[in-house]
């Protein structure tokens, strides 16, 4: 059965680090999300994209978070300089998306557990 | 704004009880509601959704929107059902915004 891959799984960084996650959607998933999951809490959407566009990164820290999917294949979330307050779980999903109405089931990874120090 | 509220943390019943757990929105329009599921060393993944009205593992939801709630049920709790349960919201697009999560305990 087809899963999300996410890459690394567990990822310790000193403050002020740079550090990148690595995701591979479910092949023939146009739609891409990246969610942070902070303890105790829900996921939280930083961004979505369509393809290879972005479609809502309004919860995106722009100051420091970049995210990018080239080739509307698989993505990556950036965050350069790391911060204390980063320390999360970082979460990977994708669906299937047609253009017409509706929303559909989305397919999550694994999850980056990020520690920042 | 949209937001999706769990009032419990942790909910504790033992095996063959029933449980429910709460689930309230806030949204303006017709929403669509779906209960998360992640199992202990799992990956999150979708239990349910309010529009196909399925009975899965024996939980059912019940959207009202009146009380804009979406509450999930099971009559008879079992074991395997112990994992952490997310209520989420897509009001278009699907973005969806979850709630912080109720964790279940069934206790043998």
């Known amino acids: 059965e087809a899963e999300v891959a996410q890459s690394p799984r567990y990822k310790i960084t000193e403050k002020s680090q740079a550090v990148a996650f690595w995701c591979d959607p479910i092949?023939?998933?146009?739609?891409l999300y990246w969610y942070r999951q902070i303890l105790g809490q829900g996921p939280e959407l930083l961004v979505q994209?369509?393809?290879?566009?972005?479609?809502?990164d309004s919860q995106l820290p722009k100051d420091r978070f970049s995210a990018e999917r080239l080739k509307g294949v698989d993505s990556t979330l950036k965050i350069q300089p790391a911060e204390l307050g980063d320390s999360a779980m970082y979460l990977c999903?994708?669906?299937?998306?047609?253009?017409?109405?509706?929303?559909?089931?989305?397919?999550f990874g694994p999850g980056t557990r990020l520690t920042v120090t | 704004a949209q937001r999706v509220t769990q009032p419990e943390k942790l909910l504790s019943v033992f095996k063959g009880a029933p449980v429910e757990l709460k689930c309230n929105y806030s949204y303006s329009g017709s929403p669509e509601l779906f209960w998360y599921v992640q199992y202990s060393r799992q990956r999150l993944q979708l239990l349910l959704r309010h529009i196909s009205r399925e009975s899965i593992k024996g939980f059912t939801a019940d959207l009202n929107k009146g009380e804009t709630s979406f509450h999930l049920k099971k009559p008879f709790a079992q074991e395997e059902d112990s994992a952490m349960y997310y209520c989420?919201?897509?009001?278009?697009?699907?973005?969806?915004?979850f709630g912080g999560g109720t964790r279940v305990l069934v206790k043998p």
């Open positions: 994209f369509q393809d290879e566009s972005v479609v809502d």
């Open positions: 989420a919201l897509a009001p278009q697009g699907n973005k969806l915004t």
């Open positions: 999903a994708s669906s299937p998306s047609l253009p017409w109405t509706g929303s559909y089931e989305q397919y």
């Open positions: 092949s023939g998933h146009a739609t």
